[in-house]
């Protein structure tokens, strides 16, 4: 399908958020939709699926001219969105979830479940994906449940599929699987729009790109006439001098007494015998998939959940840690995986999310609030982390990603803590502002802190650590230092093909 | 924009009272004006530990239960010949006990959530108080209990001052203490909370003994007005106790809502309810109008977030 959008241009109570801006889809091309967050990106989509109408410009798909009045006429013309955060019914079937809003009924007028079901088996065959259909949603992997969504958006017969950040919450091994599959729908003539934040990914798979920026339109070409650093510039507008910063000279950290010291840690089904340090002023990178048991094996650290066997010693202290509050107090930090769920009250303000987890340090021991210490606490980390907001009032919730991101950060920072474990610290947000975020942690550490990165990226596991440890299945399968470590070698130990000679700690 | 949502409440609280000032000569004196926050006392103390439970994210339905069972509790006190004191203490434990219960059962036995355990409260606190009282209300308290809910220092009514103390402490714990500001994380987001360090279900059982105690407090109060621990005393008061936290602005999904807005979220009912008797309106009536007045409060509230929402994008 041919969809066309021509100098479309939008407003919201008077700011300009797209402004004349072009993009032309052609059957059967994954079409690249790149720019940082706030570009304009998401708003162009949502006039597209009609979501949103636009003050001007035109939709042309096959060349008529289109007005959508509803998002229900988008979709009949064959235009689908996956959403970033997946719009399935976790409690009904794969069947139901794909045929949601529009069931079909034998003449009986009773539910045609054969003829769904028989349906629904053919399009996940047409793309290669084994699932049974008459699973809860619930019980998959999330690269099933986007699956599940493709699925739908097929079932509606889509021509041209949107895919917002759709690798974000999937590990290496899940997003070549999506790779593959789109590239199988864009031989099958569907068109796809892709939007992401991780530039390798469009140099993989995509054949034309378009870049925005602050709602302007800056370029479409195809993906073979533009390098990296080119797009990089178009999205910042800037040239984007160096993505990590360097790392500084270390102690050796055998000499030292270890900042957090993981011993013989277990929990059943989840990570078996995990033995790691961690150093003051050192990053340690731990890799591996999705559902390798990092995050559990963080949130034990932090005490979310409990060990069933092993030992944590803090600064050469033996520390009992059976909830997040012990954790606090022993100086230990984590910014969670999902800042949405597990970081941030959305909707109260920064201030009150950046004071939130200080317990009694800006209290009286009766637990009064000092609020003009809380106060300057906030601002010196605004100030310190760059937050760009309009006042300390303003809800976290209207903030970017980003932003976002950095106040989840300054919450823990305000504890005081001197082991922060990062999980997945980048997730969803833009090149510039995980740059700012990686030199934040690389600082942090030559300040003295001791920090654990969990990352699904490769790349900034291995452009931010010093020491890599990586995870498969719930053990540790290999140690490596940051000067040794190649994206293959670290791919090797994720899936398990290769066990490191020495079997977790060393030092 | 923040203060919109204090103010719309207030604001109709003034609409209110000029409207019923205009249309009736009886109302806008000082004697009823003090009547209808005397009036307004018990469902302002129930209120109030709703507005906690609600902040997180909660509702506590056993409110008007436990308000009965203490009445009981503290008349049978009385009447047995315990010292003013030690009743008033009994029914003050009483309450607390009945919400830590809830507490209780929300955290430890981990029942999914709130509505279930105060609704098994609410039953269970109900029967208790219709069995100890064997079914009768009891009478005759001693003069000098009655103080409580009766009596005034000069013109203002004890009931009056109670809540006025009662809803300053309360203003300071919420905005002051760290307590305070972990009950609103835990409404806003009980995850992230816990993620923070903030021991979430020790707080939760506070907040539901709390609103216990409250109920406790206004039990006192109910039973020196009346003269009488009826064990029927406060039927449908829980509901009363919600409409007066939502009303007075705060979002029943948690996060939000202040001491003061409640304060006028139950004196508005009481206005309400006050104002339609002086114009002989019939009291089924009454109810009706308390409906559409929650439905008002709370489409200017999501009227509000929508405006914000488009000045936000």
């Known amino acids: 399908m041919h969809v066309e959008l021509k100098n479309i241009s939008k407003s919201y109570t008077g700011n300009l958020v797209l402004n004349k801006v072009t993009m032309n889809v052609k059957p059967g091309q994954v079409h690249a939709l790149i720019g940082e967050n706030g570009a304009g990106k998401s708003t162009l989509m949502k006039i597209l699926i009609g979501v949103e109408t636009a003050d001007h410009g035109d939709i042309f798909v096959n060349r008529k001219n289109k007005k959508w009045r509803t998002p229900h006429d988008a979709r009949d013309a064959g235009i689908a969105m996956v959403f970033q955060e997946l719009s399935l019914i976790p409690t009904l079937s794969v069947i139901e979830n794909v045929f949601l809003g529009r069931l079909l009924r034998k003449q009986s007028g009773l539910l045609d479940w054969h003829e769904m079901k028989s349906q629904v088996e053919k399009i996940f065959e047409e793309i290669e994906f084994p699932l049974d259909a008459e699973q809860t949603v619930e019980e998959l992997s999330i690269a099933q449940k986007q699956m599940v969504e493709i699925a739908r958006a097929l079932s509606q017969n889509a021509r041209l599929?949107?895919?917002?950040?759709?690798?974000?919450?999937?590990?290496?091994?899940?997003?070549?699987?999506?790779?593959?599959?789109?590239?199988?729908?864009?031989?099958?003539?569907?068109?796809?729009?892709?939007?992401?934040?991780?530039?390798?990914?469009?140099?993989?798979?995509?054949?034309?790109?378009?870049?925005?920026?602050?709602?302007?339109?800056i370029r479409t070409c195809p993906v073979s006439d533009v390098d990296m650093q080119t797009v990089v510039r178009d999205m910042v507008g800037r040239e984007l001098s160096e993505q990590f910063p360097d790392r500084t000279q270390k102690v050796n950290g055998s000499s030292k007494k270890a900042a957090l010291r993981v011993e013989g840690a277990t929990r059943s089904n989840e990570f078996n015998n995990v033995n790691f340090s961690v150093y003051n002023g050192e990053i340690l990178g731990i890799a591996g998939l999705v559902g390798a048991g990092r995050t559990e094996l963080a949130e034990a650290i932090f005490g979310v959940r409990r060990l069933d066997q092993g030992m944590v010693t803090v600064q050469g202290k033996i520390a009992k840690i059976n909830s997040p509050a012990a954790a606090v107090k022993t100086g230990i930090g984590l910014i969670a995986d999902d800042r949405k769920l597990k970081g941030l009250v959305p909707d109260a303000s920064v201030?009150?999310?950046?004071?939130?987890?200080?317990?009694?340090?800006?209290?009286?021991r009766c637990g009064w609030r000092l609020q003009g210490q809380e106060i300057e606490a906030s601002k010196r980390l605004i100030d310190g982390l760059q937050i760009k907001l309009q006042s300390l009032?303003?809800?976290?919730?209207?903030?970017?990603?980003?932003?976002?991101?950095?106040?989840?950060?300054?919450?823990?920072?305000?504890?005081?803590?001197?082991?922060?474990?990062?999980?997945?610290?980048?997730r969803g947000i833009d090149v510039g502002a995980k740059r700012e975020i990686y030199f934040l942690l690389r600082k942090l550490a030559d300040e003295g802190a001791a920090i654990i990165l969990v990352s699904s990226e490769l790349e900034e596991i291995l452009g931010l650590s010093d020491r890599i440890i990586v995870m498969c299945q719930g053990r540790i399968t290999g140690e490596i230092v940051a000067a040794n470590a190649t994206q293959e070698k670290i791919m090797e130990m994720a899936v398990g093909i290769y066990e490191s000679t020495k079997n977790g700690v060393t030092a | 924009m923040k203060w919109l949502r204090q103010l719309g409440p207030l604001l109709a609280l003034i609409v209110m009272i000029v409207l019923l000032s205009i249309s009736s000569p009886y109302f806008f004196t000082v004697d009823n004006l003090l009547n209808i926050f005397r009036q307004s006392s018990v469902n302002a103390l129930l209120a109030l530990g709703q507005l906690l439970v609600i902040i997180t994210a909660g509702i506590d339905l056993s409110v008007g239960s436990i308000l009965g069972l203490c009445a009981v509790a503290v008349a049978l006190s009385l009447k047995a010949g315990w010292s003013i004191i030690v009743s008033i203490f009994i029914c003050l434990l009483v309450g607390a006990f009945v919400g830590w219960l809830n507490g209780a059962m929300l955290t430890k036995m981990k029942l999914p959530h709130p509505f279930?355990?105060?609704?098994?409260?609410?039953?269970?606190?109900?029967?208790?108080?219709?069995?100890?009282?064997?079914?009768?209300?009891?009478?005759?308290?001693?003069?000098?209990?009655?103080?409580?809910?009766?009596?005034?220092v000069s013109i203002i009514p004890v009931p009056v001052i109670i809540v006025v103390v009662v809803y300053f402490i309360f203003h300071i714990f919420l905005t002051k203490t760290i307590s305070g500001r972990d009950i609103y994380a835990i409404g806003g987001n009980k995850v992230a909370a816990y993620y923070s360090g903030i021991p979430t279900d020790r707080r939760l059982v506070v907040v539901y003994m709390l609103s216990g105690l409250l109920a406790g407090l206004a039990a006192i109060i109910l039973t020196g007005r009346m003269n009488s621990g009826f064990p029927l005393a406060g039927m449908g008061a829980e509901l009363d106790s919600i409409a007066a936290v939502i009303i007075g602005g705060a979002s029943f999904f948690g996060g939000v809502g202040t001491v003061w807005g409640t304060l006028v979220g139950a004196l508005l009912m009481g206005v309400l309810r006050n104002g339609l008797n002086l114009l002989d309106v019939s009291a089924y009536w009454q109810t009706v109008v308390i409906g559409a007045v929650i439905v008002w409060a709370v489409y200017m509230d999501v009227l509000r977030q929508r405006v914000m929402k488009k000045k936000r994008s």
Do not use: C
Not at chain 1, 351 to 364: D, G, M
Not at chain 1, 400 to 416: C, E, H, Y
Not at chain 2, 128 to 148: E, K, T
């Open chain 2, 116 to 152: 279930i355990s105060t609704l098994a409260t609410m039953n269970v606190a109900r029967g208790l108080a219709l069995i100890i009282s064997g079914g009768f209300p009891i009478s005759d308290l001693p003069a000098s209990y009655r103080i409580w809910g009766a009596s005034s």
């Open chain 1, 161 to 217: 599929i949107i895919l917002d950040e759709p690798t974000s919450p999937l590990a290496e091994r899940d997003a070549e699987r999506l790779f593959k599959r789109i590239k199988k729908l864009s031989e099958k003539n569907v068109s796809i729009i892709y939007i992401t934040h991780r530039l390798e990914q469009v140099f993989k798979i995509a054949h034309l790109i378009t870049i925005l920026r602050d709602g302007e339109f």
């Open chain 1, 351 to 364: 201030h009150f999310n950046l004071n939130v987890a200080t317990q009694r340090k800006f209290a009286t």
């Open chain 1, 393 to 426: 009032q303003q809800n976290a919730a209207g903030l970017s990603g980003g932003n976002q991101q950095k106040v989840a950060i300054g919450k823990t920072l305000n504890t005081d803590s001197s082991i922060l474990i990062f999980d997945e610290p980048t």
